[in-house]
C-alpha cells in the first residue's frame, strides 16, 4: 500500500477492488480547511470516470503495470493481433481495451499496451494518425472561412467530420482521443 500522495497522472492502482488509471491529480488547500488530493480515475474494465476526495494520510494500493511497445499487425474476430517490437511474440488484445481509439488503428502502426502481468489493460494508440479520406461529398474551393465540417470516410473505415474544402484522396490528421480533424497532411 502507499499513500495518495505517492501516485501520479498515468499511474495504476486498485480502488474499490478494481484496477482504474489516474488521469488528473490535484493537490488543494482551500483556504483555512485541511489538504486534500483531488483525483480522476478511470475504471478500466467499465471505462466510466470517477472523481474523488483522498486526504493526505490516506492509503491505496498502487499496481504496477508493465508497458511494451506491440506493433498492430491485423484484426482477428473481437481481438486485435498484436507483435512485441523485442521478442517478436503476438498476442491477442480484446478490441475493448482500445475503446473508441480503435477504429483509427492502421496495419504496422506502433501502439502502447499496458499489461497486469499477462492480461492486458490498456491500450494507447499514437495521439495523432494520418489517414486517407476514401469518401465524402465534393469539396467547395476557396471555402475555409468558415468552420463548418461534413461527414467524411478514411481508409479505416471509420467516419469523421472534416471541413468543406477536404475531398476524396486527400490525407488528414485525426486525433484518436476524440475523433477530431487536426489538419490536412502535408
Known sequence: MAKVSDISKGTFV????ELA???EYEHRTPGN???FYQVKLRNIKSGKLIEQRFRPDEEIEHVRVEVKEQQYLY?????IVCMDNSTYEQINIPKEVFGESFQFLKEGMTILISFDGDNPVYAEPPVAVEMEIT?????IKGDTATRTLKAATIETGATVRVPLFINIGDRVKIDTRTGDYIERAK
Open 14 to 17: 486498485r480502488y474499490n477492488g
Open 21 to 23: 488509471a489516474v488521469l
Open 33 to 35: 480547511l485541511r489538504a
Open 75 to 79: 484484426k482477428e474476430g473481437d481481438t
Open 135 to 139: 469518401y465524402t461529398e465534393p469539396g
